[in-house]
């Protein structure tokens, strides 16, 4: 098994400590000038998004975790599985809730999403940070009020509720902040 | 992120004006007090066997030094007198906020002195390169502990001394080995590493003196209850600055600790280069009672100027070297 040393660990580096994945966010060197010098480690636990810190004398290493990040095309969802599909190879894979938990409520379908594939199996499917969805339910605006910066919720075509705007109709079509949930902009015919 | 162009330096070319200003003032000091400047061999047959500085090897099977003190002592033992010496320095894997594999070391070396009186002299080199311009407080490393962690780092043991980590906040390493748990050093070390030296010299520059006899490295080691090194460490804002030694003279001495650090290093399986022999002899021909010391450059710089990462005072920092 491939092992990876405190001295090539870098952001981004992924690594396996007690059977779960984890991604390097930081690596802090500290050396006394003739002791033992030690690393210290911000880590990110991609299964569960935990973040911790654990310290390793320099030298000592943990096994890599056979981790990738993945561009794939979101095909469909049949009500338990999402359908993704490798657009090199055409290889469909399937995703269940755990790894939709952030994604779901902002995919259609035919997105290109990135996927953190673990032993293969994904692990986290990232929604585009951006997308352009229709406004499907929300109350009519208000008489006059365009620019108080009052808000409403407003229901998407992919069931995801977000803030918008009180000039903002049905049936208009949205760009929103999938990382922040926020809404953007109106997006023009 | 952003790639950065990797063809650019690492520092600003006003950072590097004020290094070749700091390499002038430096300079200028040695000359007012009238230490030879010298050269020495950067490849060598021999190196370190410090226990926790790994020497480069290069493909002929010499080595590049980490430090220029074999070579200048060995001067010191042939009569140079008081020596200096700006010298680029390698040390394998030493990277990180504070490290760069390849460094600027000032080292010098003063017959006659002591620890005690050459930290005078340390003092005195950084008033004049622009650092705080006051007395800088001298702290044993009794009373660094005493202070900052609230024991006296003599008296406990490998067991207490882990044992104090957790109420103090400071994470244990992981996959240590029986030999690590068994090791005092080895968790004053941490202790020094995570929780001591950043609360040194926050204010202006701190010296920390009497180092326990087992890290004495090259310092000779003073008869008493406990023995204490004499050695000394200067820092400021938390970051270790320099490392200097009343230098240990007795070549049967030198040679025994030498040996005890090849073996450690062979019971360790890491790489166990030959010791300087060199250094062994002239010590045996006579050697002045001395004192030296060696001073990170870049690190200085980095704190005169206000820099964070070491590789902001570096022309190329390692990554793109």
């Not at chain 1, 952030?102 to 996927?115: F, H, S, Y």
């Not at chain 2, 007012?32 to 926790?52: C, F, K, N, Y």
């Not at chain 2, 250094?279 to 964070?308: I, K, Q, S, W, Y």
Request: proline share 5%; with cysteine; aromatic share 8%.
């Amino acid at each position: 098994m491939a092992s990876v040393s405190t001295n090539e660990m870098k952001a981004g580096t992924k690594v396996l400590i007690d059977g779960d994945p984890y991604s390097v966010i930081e690596n802090e060197y500290r050396k006394p000038g003739k002791g033992q010098a030690t690393n210290t480690l911000k880590i990110r636990n991609l299964k569960t998004g935990r973040v911790l810190e654990k310290t390793l004398k320099s030298g000592d290493s943990w096994e890599a975790a056979d981790v990738e990040d993945k561009d794939m095309q979101y095909l469909y969802n049949d009500g338990q599985f999402w359908t993704l599909m490798d657009p090199v190879s055409y290889e469909q894979i399937q995703a269940g809730e755990a790894a939709m938990a952030d994604a779901a409520k902002w995919l259609k379908g035919e997105e290109t999403v990135r996927v953190t594939l673990w032993n293969e199996a994904p692990l986290v499917v990232y929604a585009p940070n951006t997308v352009e969805l229709v406004v499907a339910e929300t109350d009519p605006g208000l008489r006059g009020d365009t620019a108080t910066g009052g808000t409403k919720p407003a229901k998407l075509e992919t069931g995801a509720v977000v803030r918008v705007p009180l000039f903002v109709n049905e049936g208009e079509k949205i760009k929103v902040d999938t990382r922040t949930g926020e809404y953007l902009s109106r997006v023009g015919k | 992120m952003r790639p950065e162009a990797l063809w650019r330096p690492s520092a600003s070319i006003a950072i590097l004006k004020a290094r070749a200003q700091l390499l002038a003032a430096i300079r200028a000091f040695f000359m007012q007090h009238g230490l030879l400047e010298v050269q020495t061999p950067i490849l060598s047959a021999h190196a370190t066997v410090d226990r926790h500085i790994d020497s480069f090897a290069t493909r002929d099977g010499r080595w590049l030094q980490t430090s220029p003190e074999f070579a200048m002592k060995r001067l010191i033992a042939a009569g140079s007198g008081p020596i200096w010496q700006l010298a680029p320095v390698f040390r394998v894997d030493e990277q990180g906020r504070h490290h760069n594999p390849e460094f600027t070391m000032l080292e010098w070396y003063q017959p006659g002195y002591d620890h005690l009186r050459l930290m005078d002299e340390v003092e005195a080199l950084l008033r004049h390169c622009g650092a705080p311009d006051c007395r800088y407080e001298r702290l044993s490393y009794r009373e660094a502990f005493v202070r900052h962690a609230g024991f006296d780092p003599f008296v406990l043991s490998a067991q207490q001394l882990r044992a104090q980590l957790g109420p103090a906040g400071i994470a244990e390493p992981e996959q240590l080995d029986a030999a690590d748990l068994a090791d005092r050093d080895f968790w004053l070390d941490l202790w020094m590493s995570q929780h001591i030296s950043p609360r040194l010299g926050q204010d202006a520059p701190q010296f920390l003196y009497d180092f326990p006899a087992s890290q004495a490295a090259l310092a000779r080691v003073r008869d008493g209850e406990p023995p204490l090194a004499e050695r000394f460490e200067l820092f400021w804002r938390g970051i270790e600055l320099a490392n200097g030694f009343h230098e240990l003279s007795d070549a049967q001495e030198q040679r025994r600790r030498f040996l005890a650090d090849q073996a450690w290093r062979a019971q360790q399986k890491r790489m166990v280069p030959p010791y300087d022999a060199h250094l062994v002899e002239a010590l045996a021909a006579g050697f002045p009672d001395c004192a030296g010391v060696a001073l990170g450059v870049d690190r200085l710089l980095m704190l005169l100027t206000g820099c964070a990462r070491l590789e902001e005072v570096l022309a190329f920092a390692a990554d793109r070297a």
